[in-house]
Structures are given as C-alpha cells and as structure tokens.
C-alpha cells in the first residue's frame, strides 16, 4: 500500500523568509496529492493541491512541486507571515478509483519567528 | 459550508468499555472515513466507506470496527477499550465524483478519547 514520508517534524523560520516542507510517496499509481493545514485545535483544512499530470502550481505565497520520476512532492511558503504558524500534513491518494485511501504524512510543525 | 459532526469532543472510558464514535455529514457526501491522531505520527487512516453498508480497512484497523447503515453517519466502534486507544480521533467526508474524485476532505473537530 501507499506510504508518505514527511520531512521536517519541526521547522522554524524568521518572518518573512521561506519554508520547504517534502514528502515522499511510495506507490507509483498515486495521482493526487493534497496539503493540509492544522492551526492549534482546530480541524485540518486543504489549502493546496496537485495532480500528477501537473509539475507546479501557485496559489499567492503558497506552491507545490511535484517530481513524479522521484515520487516526491514540496510545499513551499514564501514571505511567511505569523499565521503561517501550524501543522502541515501532505497526502497522496488516487483519482480514479471509487474506493481510494487518502494516505497523510506525519505532519511538520511550523513556527514563524517574529 | 460543509458541517461534519462528532457527537463528543472529549472521552474518557474505561479499559475493556465498547466505545462508539459518532460522526454525520450533512452535505451528501458518500466517501467517510476515520483517522486517528498521535503526535509524530500524523493522521492514520483507521477505516473508510465509500458507500453505505460499504466499508475498507486503513493501515491501522486493529482492535476497531465501523458501521455505515446510512449515507450521512458513520460510527467508529471500539469492542474493548484499551490504552493504547487513547488519542485524537477525526472523521471527514468528501464528495464522490466518480473517476475525478480530488474534491478536498472535510474534519471534523475531532474527539479527544482517553482510555484508562
């Protein structure tokens, strides 16, 4: 089955700069692959996604990159903001089937310092 | 907005006690699923349906069950507590839309079960 490998557990970068969170997946066929966002007690909530058929997408100060030959995919956050603070969790799932697991990373714990 | 309901926020049952987590989704949705969450560990899928009375295993489907009987509930049953169960539990839901299925989970806000 699928495994996602997520890198750093923990992360912490001055306001402003940029932060690059990476995952690994194992499974060849996946094809989808969603980020999550975590603020301290509250529910995860998508905040960007990608298809295989797709190397990079944007979304204002957030992007993901996708290197399907090295089955890895990366979040980054420029000019991070204090809201920036909170756990991030990537997913690899696969469109296409009706009865497909959503399989999550374990999670980066960001912190933006003032 | 999509409203996906744990019937607790937080738990607490004796060792040995069969536990039911409660979830409902009021917007359609034919996928469910269950997650338990461990610091360092992430989000692990525990079990999903993808249709009523229809159900898969996760990665960690040891020691728990589920039961869809309708389309907008989905129960998580533990037979006989234990300690090692103690943790942050969450259920989503998403939309089905057949062969181009990427419409994003939705949480709930999770059930906080001790175990002791």
């Known amino acids: 089955g699928e495994n996602v490998e997520q890198h750093p557990s923990t992360l912490s970068v001055q306001e402003g700069d940029s932060a690059v969170i990476k995952c690994t997946y194992s499974?060849?066929?996946?094809?989808?692959f969603p980020w999550y966002k975590q603020e301290l007690g509250k529910r995860p909530q998508l905040i960007i996604d990608?298809?295989?058929?797709?190397g990079e997408k944007k979304d204002q100060r957030i992007a993901v990159t996708l290197n399907k030959t090295a089955k890895h995919f990366s979040l980054h956050i420029t000019e991070t903001q204090p809201e920036d603070s909170a756990v991030y969790f990537c997913?690899?799932?696969?469109?296409?089937?009706?009865?497909?697991?959503?399989?999550f990373g374990s999670g980066t714990r960001l912190s933006i310092r003032p | 907005d999509v409203k996906v309901t744990q019937s607790s926020r937080y738990l607490v049952k004796r060792t040995g006690e069969k536990v039911f987590l409660e979830c409902v989704q009021d917007?359609?949705?034919?996928?469910m699923f269950w997650y338990r969450q461990d610091p360092g560990l992430g989000l692990r899928l525990i079990y999903f349906?993808?249709?009523?009375?229809?159900?898969e295993k996760g990665d960690i489907p040891e020691g728990y069950s589920v039961s869809r009987e309708k389309k907008e509930r989905f129960s998580l049953i533990l037979e006989s507590a234990s300690t090692n169960q103690t943790s942050m539990y969450l259920c989503?839901?998403?939309?089905?839309?057949?062969?181009?299925?990427?419409?994003?989970?939705?949480f709930g806000n999770g059930t906080r079960l001790t175990v002791t």
């Open positions: 917007m359609d949705h034919e996928n």
């Open positions: 989503a839901s998403r939309r089905d839309r057949g062969t181009n299925n990427n419409s994003p989970l939705h």
């Open positions: 349906s993808y249709d009523v009375k229809m159900k």
């Open positions: 499974d060849s066929a996946s094809n989808y």
């Open positions: 990608i298809r295989s058929n797709v």
């Open positions: 997913a690899a799932t696969k469109l296409y089937s009706s009865a497909s697991k959503i399989i």
